[in-house]
């Protein structure tokens, strides 16, 4: 009966410390960050990452 004692005290920790953080894994975490809005910095760039790549090959072709 002895050996029995050792794996009940083990069970007996663990079912107490699940009960304390088991509240604590299902609390409500704060509410997301809403989604960033496009400013038109991105679409410029992209425009600008065209022109670039436009310049780049009519560069190429006329030497």
Not at 25 to 47: N, R, Y
């Amino acid at each position: 009966m002895a050996s029995l004692k050792f794996p009940l005290e083990i069970l007996a920790v663990f079912v107490i410390i699940s009960v304390i953080l088991l509240p604590i894994a299902h609390a409500q975490s704060s509410s997301p960050a809403p989604a960033p809005t496009s400013d038109g910095t991105s679409i410029d760039q992209g425009i600008a990452y065209v022109l670039m790549m436009l310049a780049l090959a009519l560069t190429y072709f006329i030497h």
